[in-house]
């Protein structure tokens, strides 16, 4: 197995990042590419930098007869015209060599989404919430600028110190002209739509165009919920068919206690008929997000636990109240003092000592 230092390029082919940046350890590999984490010089801010070969064209994303140097710059392109999105990867520096491309993002420390749910197995419907709606207002904003990703699935959205989510890895995006219709097969198997599928076996068929989007966002949202995804057969043949049949279903235990409205957005997310399949807009105006959030003060768990002590306090001391004896008045002592009944407790205490 090769060693890191074996993996850098020569400080000649990129001096101009090595002058700005100091690579470290690595945080993952491609077939063509490795990302490591990279200290800004002049400021000590920690990056990722994708480090590409274009000496490499077996990647699988380049496409469309491509090369591995003409398929990054468009990435690249696609990146910049979506920058500023808080839940969209940001790609802060780009550094070119006859070689060597160097992609400088924002580091994202919590890693891959997918490898998160690995590690809790499945989410609860409030995380779900959380990470789906931040999915499809990035979606919307993809969206907007006339882009379809083509390849959404929990390792292509990261995670920030924050848990917010970063959609990444924009390889397989295309722009759009208007009315174009896309009809090359790519993306990832179990997250595929019917309509990818059938422009790709069938002849006459019209293409997709971004509701392929939707359809992955329904299968990623069926996956943090249970943990599996929802067309996956250890034959692809059979998976292949379930996805183009729409063929799932919510019997299994862990559906027990989840909601309808969890259930009625993934139905209507994993809709076979593009042209019925609900919209970004109307997901994110779905029973499923419209959850009543009581606002209120800022949670202190120091003044908390001060009051709930006081409170108890309180209590003892108002069950003490039935058993206090009465305030001793002088002018009964005076008069009766054997009436009193602590006078007649210390009394018989000084007798038995004056026995002794």
């Not at 994303?61 to 969209?88: D, F, Q, W």
Request: with cysteine; proline share 4%.
């Amino acid at each position: 197995m090769a060693k890191d230092d074996d993996l850098l390029p020569d400080k000649d082919a990129a001096k101009g990042f090595y002058a700005k940046y100091e690579p470290k350890e690595i945080l993952g590999r491609g077939i063509s590419s490795t990302v490591r984490r990279c200290i800004e010089k002049e400021t000590g801010t920690e990056f990722a930098a994708k480090i590409i070969d274009l000496s490499n064209d077996s990647y699988e994303g380049v496409s469309e007869g491509k090369t591995m140097l003409e398929a990054t710059l468009e990435e690249i392109n696609i990146l910049r015209m979506v920058t500023g999105h808080p839940y969209i990867i940001e790609l802060h520096d780009v550094f070119q060599s006859n070689t060597f491309i160097f992609l400088v993002f924002e580091l994202c420390k919590n890693g891959e989404l997918f490898d998160y749910l690995t590690s809790v197995v499945a989410l609860s419907e409030k995380k779900t919430r959380y990470i789906m709606r931040q999915l499809f207002e990035a979606l919307q904003y993809v969206h907007m600028h006339n882009i379809v990703h083509r390849d959404l699935k929990p390792e292509n959205i990261l995670l920030d110190d924050n848990f917010n989510i970063k959609l990444t890895d924009f390889g397989f995006a295309k722009v759009l002209q208007p009315n174009e219709k896309l009809f090359d097969l790519c993306g990832t198997p179990g997250y595929l739509a019917p309509e990818v599928l059938r422009c790709n076996m069938f002849e006459g068929e019209e293409g997709y165009g971004p509701q392929i989007d939707l359809w992955a966002c329904g299968v990623i949202m069926f996956t943090l919920l249970v943990g599996c995804p929802p067309f996956w057969h250890r034959k692809q043949m059979v998976m292949l068919r379930n996805i183009m049949e729409g063929n799932y279903s919510f019997t299994s235990p862990e559906w027990a206690d989840i909601t309808e409205s969890s259930k009625d957005l993934i139905r209507k997310l994993l809709t076979v008929d593009p042209y019925k399949r609900i919209t970004i807009e109307e997901a994110l105006s779905h029973q499923f997000f419209q959850v009543l959030e009581i606002k209120g003060r800022t949670f202190n768990a120091r003044k908390t636990f001060q009051f709930a002590i006081l409170c108890v306090r309180a209590m003892v001391r108002i069950r003490r109240l039935h058993f206090t004896p009465d305030t001793l008045s002088i002018s009964v002592a005076q008069v009766d003092p054997y009436r009193v009944k602590v006078l007649r407790k210390i009394q018989t205490l000084l007798w038995a000592i004056f026995i002794d």
